[in-house]
């Protein structure tokens, strides 16, 4: 469905059924198998897509619950092969952070701020969209690049 | 994927930056709604992107690889440490991030007590203000200590100056500034004097700025400065803290006032007590105009900090000379806080520990200011159970006993006159007819201090024709056996009944004695609780002491359900011992039952008892319903076999708690015991410096010295030696190793000992081996 699916609708609602499988539902096995899979498929939903950040937001925080269970991973008997999944997957994430971190917010006016709260949900999102990157490379810093001083 | 390190915390560096433009219209001229999430969990407001950011900048400059690229751009600029671009650039952020939500300045003008609270930290709410004194106290602080206060200075210097800088911004620095002096402070570090003036011109000049909020903040930001400046500079906090006082009372702002509360109180907390004595009747009467002015059941109704803060400031205030604050209101207004505060468990926490300073202040001062003290409190401690028990207030009467218990324990020796007529009737009142612990147990101990300190004003008294001590067995009575009453809220009858037994004495008791001892041994049968059991052994135990043939000869002529009294009451005692809490109640207990084996009596030795736990290799975990399937079972013993074990454990216990094993315990209690005459003597006085010379110079060889272990314990003893706390359990467990050992040299001398080591199991008969050649 990520991969066919044309409608936000329909991408978003498979990502809500996603992210309740990744966060509590798949054992190890099962999700280790589908593992390379659906983190491609999420990358078709944010990198190459072309949808609402409200719907990349949401595949993000599937990619974060992802990453989530691949930590656990780690300390079983796939934690090699984890480890060069996990840097590979995340050098092709790397440029699309960047990227979308450096978007600006949707232009207003002076007028415009009058009413905040239309501003606020103008901005929904793109700052869900940040918000998302950060909590993901916040939550996976992994351990090469926060070597403490 | 490092080189994206650097690159990562600029991009998000940059991006938070930019958007601080938005963040000031959005939520500190306007009050946008913040923190918002929408169904699927996703936040999208602009306060939690900051959130975020801040404190991923906050982690990501612990990165190697950003902290050298830093360090690479201040060498390269040339300028110091603290007033490099990069590190003012990330201030100026910082400053602009910490200013305050409208949303938030509206919420606390009408609630300053919300206001108190976040600026002293004491709440979970974290926004991005809170988020910015985490990387500035946290991150920045460990990378660069006190610079970071340095660069924070030189910010505003260079930029908080300027007449377009709007009070925000400068309350957010003083905000900023507070928070890494506080941080400063829980490290001992101190600034320099430089540094310390600066600042304190800075916060001088606000003051008394139209602006509550960056006046409060000056205040507060101003009394820290004195928490981390070095010596010398607390004479010149007197005109700072008489601000602080007039800010306390200033009719015009709560948030002001709220501010003049955490300056005093960190003025009364840091400063020298000779600064601050003579302000002491000026912030009494400041606390009495504050209570004036803001209604502690209406205003201040739901404000817990704001009393807790209140209680803190008058306790400091009262305790910097006793001598003068009952010719002040300081009392009346205590009473004031506590009656309000009665119902709040955390504030009469407070008060109840207020109270006992206080008492133990006017105590160590002698007598006669104590009695001065009970002449001031009696009255209102006898009004608050007035009051208590005429609005069924039953936490003020919780308070109030609990004070009056205080009162009596801290007190002198005896209590003045009045004190047992005054107190008494209440208290004998509630323990007569409440059911509750909250107030049982501190009205128990209040009488069971009073018949101890003023034992013949307490047995002088009496009530409707019956005498003290009449009354007061009724009362254990009750206690003991009233079935309205559970065992938790009896927890404190023992202590009261061992204070009868050893105050009034056979000769008072006379035939109320027996019936005394009896229906405690009588309760003891079905006790359950281990404190309710401990508590009413200790009677037996402290009877034990000092006469244990009468406590056997006693409760064998007792019958209780058809066993005898000895048995019940042995059996209980040896198999709940093990659970016994207290220091003291524990080393008292292993005294008492020392005395009962060597009585040598064969109707103890009749008695069979649980011994130890026979373990059962199932070769499975022990589930639930295994343990159901196959419960526990105990070796059966008889009682004084029981007892050898339970003082072999404790003297374990006592032993291994200063020693890591029993090789170095032996050896230190024989160089005690080499010199035992000289060590009884120096641990009446200070024993530190001498046992540890005991140690050293009698070794005679069993000590060796050139083992790492042996030495890291001599070591460990004299770095205890220092007002360590430790220290005294140390003595008192030294005291306890040396009675248990010279106790069981006497008893292995004695005939029949080797039949009952031979029962011993092989890690106690080690035990004995090791420690009592």
Same mark, same amino acid.
């Given at each position: ?149 | ?8 915390? &600029? ?55 950003? *902290? ?44 300053? %007590? ?43 210097? %260079? ?37 310390? %003036? ?137 009473? %004031? ?328 315990? *032996? ?83 004695? &005939? ?22």
């Amino acid at each position: 469905m990520l991969n066919t699916s044309q409608t936000d609708a329909a991408i978003q609602g498979a990502l809500r059924v996603l992210y309740e499988l990744v966060d509590s539902g798949l054992s190890d096995e099962q999700f280790f198998q589908v593992a390379r899979d659906l983190v491609s498929a999420l990358q078709n939903v944010t990198i190459n897509g072309n949808q609402n950040p409200v719907v990349q937001a949401m595949a993000l925080k599937v990619l974060g619950a992802c990453f989530d269970n691949l930590e656990q991973v780690l300390a079983t008997e796939y934690a090699p092969a984890v480890k060069a999944f996990l840097n590979e997957s995340m050098h092709s994430w790397m440029s699309f952070f960047i990227s979308t971190l450096k978007l600006p917010l949707p232009e207003v006016s002076g007028a415009d701020f009058e009413n905040a709260n239309s501003v606020i949900q103008q901005w929904k999102g793109v700052v869900a969209l940040k918000i998302q990157i950060i909590q993901v490379r916040q939550r996976h810093c992994f351990p090469q690049d926060c070597k403490r001083h | 994927m490092t080189p994206h390190v650097f690159e990562l915390f &600029q991009v998000i560096w940059e991006d938070i930056s930019n958007l601080s433009p938005a963040f000031t219209q959005l939520f500190v001229e306007r009050d946008g709604e913040g923190k918002l999430v929408d169904a699927d969990g996703l936040s999208y407001t602009l306060d939690a992107l900051a959130i975020e950011a801040i404190d991923f900048l906050s982690s990501i400059l612990k990165a190697k690889a950003v *902290r050298t690229e830093l360090n690479k751009q201040t060498q390269q600029s040339g300028s110091e440490q603290h007033a490099t671009a990069w590190l003012q650039e990330l201030l100026r952020v910082m400053v602009l991030y910490s200013r305050i939500p409208r949303e938030e300045e509206e919420m606390w003008q009408i609630d300053a %007590n919300i206001y108190l609270s976040e600026t002293t930290s004491q709440t979970a709410n974290y926004t991005p203000r809170t988020a910015c004194a985490e990387l500035v106290t946290q991150t920045l602080m460990e990378w660069f200590n006190k610079t970071t206060v340095h660069a924070l200075v030189q910010f505003y210097v %260079n930029s908080l100056t300027a007449q377009s800088t709007t009070w925000k911004e400068r309350e957010a620095y003083f905000y900023l500034l507070n928070q890494s002096m506080k941080e400063l402070r829980s490290l001992d570090v101190l600034l320099e004097p430089e540094t310390i %003036n600066l600042i304190q011109q800075q916060t001088s000049a606000y003051l008394g700025d139209a602006n509550d909020f960056l006046k409060g903040g000056a205040h507060i930001t101003l009394s820290s400065s004195f928490t981390v400046a070095p010596q010398g500079f607390s004479k010149a906090a007197v005109g700072p803290l008489d601000s602080a006082i007039a800010a306390f009372v200033d009719p015009e702002s709560a948030i002001v006032n709220a501010c003049g509360l955490i300056a005093v109180t960190q003025y009364l907390e840091v400063l020298p007590s000779s600064v601050t004595v003579s302000r002491q009747s000026s912030i009494i009467a400041a606390i009495g105009n504050y209570l004036g002015q803001h209604d502690l059941q209406d205003e201040l109704e739901d404000s817990d900090d704001i009393k807790s803060a209140l209680i803190i400031m008058l306790r400091d205030a009262m305790l910097l000379d006793t001598s003068k604050i009952l010719d002040t209101t300081a009392m009346d207004l205590f009473f %004031n806080l506590a009656s309000d505060g009665a119902s709040n468990f955390m504030v009469s926490d407070l008060l109840g520990e207020t109270f006992e300073l206080l008492v133990q202040a006017f105590s160590d001062r002698g007598p006669d200011a104590y009695i001065k003290l009970c002449e001031k409190v009696i009255p209102s401690l006898s009004g608050a159970f007035h009051v208590g028990s005429i609005n069924e207030e039953s936490k003020l009467t919780d308070l109030a006993a609990e004070l009056v218990s205080e009162l009596a324990e801290f007190g002198s020796d005896p209590l003045p006159e009045g004190f047992v007529s005054v107190l008494m009737p209440p208290l004998q009142t509630i323990l007569m007819q409440s059911t509750d612990g909250s107030v049982l147990r501190p009205a128990t101990t209040a009488v069971s201090h009073m018949l101890n300190k003023g034992t013949s004003q307490y047995l002088a008294w009496h009530h409707d024709g019956k005498s003290s001590v009449e009354l007061t067995l009724t009362i254990i009575d009750r206690l003991i056996s009233s079935p309205e009453i559970d065992e938790s809220a009896a927890d404190e009858v023992g202590s009261l009944a061992s204070s009868v037994v050893d105050k009034c004495g056979p000769e008072v008791l006379g035939s109320y004695l027996s019936a005394l001892l009896r229906a405690v041994a009588v309760r003891l049968a079905t006790a359950e609780r281990i404190p309710f059991i401990q508590s009413l052994l200790m009677v037996f135990a402290s009877l034990a002491i000092k006469a244990p043939s009468d406590v056997v000869n006693f409760l064998q002529d007792i019958h209780i359900n058809g066993t005898s009294g000895l048995s019940v009451v042995m059996t209980k005692w040896l198999e709940n011992s093990v659970h016994f809490a207290g220091f003291d109640e524990i080393r008292l207990n292993c005294i008492a039952l020392s005395k009962i084996y060597s009585l040598h009596d064969s109707r103890v030795a009749a008695i069979t008892v649980k011994g130890d736990l026979v373990v059962v290799e199932t070769g499975r975990i022990k589930t639930r319903s295994q343990a159901r399937l196959n419960p526990d079972t105990y070796t059966q013993v008889p009682a004084t076999l029981k007892i050898l074990k339970l003082l072999i454990d404790e003297l374990k216990n006592a032993a291994t708690s200063q020693f890591t094993d029993l090789a170095s315990a *032996r050896a230190a209690a024989e160089a005690l015991d080499d010199s035992d005459a000289d060590s009884l003597a120096s641990n009446d006085g200070d024993a530190e410096g001498d046992d540890w010379e005991d140690l050293a110079t009698t070794g005679d060889g069993s000590l060796d010295l050139s083992s790492a272990k042996v030495r890291n314990e001599l070591m460990g003893l004299v770095g205890d030696g220092f007002g360590s706390s430790n220290n005294v359990d140390r003595i008192r467990d030294d005291e306890s190793v040396e009675y248990l050992i010279n106790w069981f040299k006497e008893e292995a001398g004695k &005939q029949g000992f080797s039949d009952m080591f031979a029962q011993l199991k092989p890690e106690e008969q080690k035990v004995l081996q090791d420690l009592v050649k």
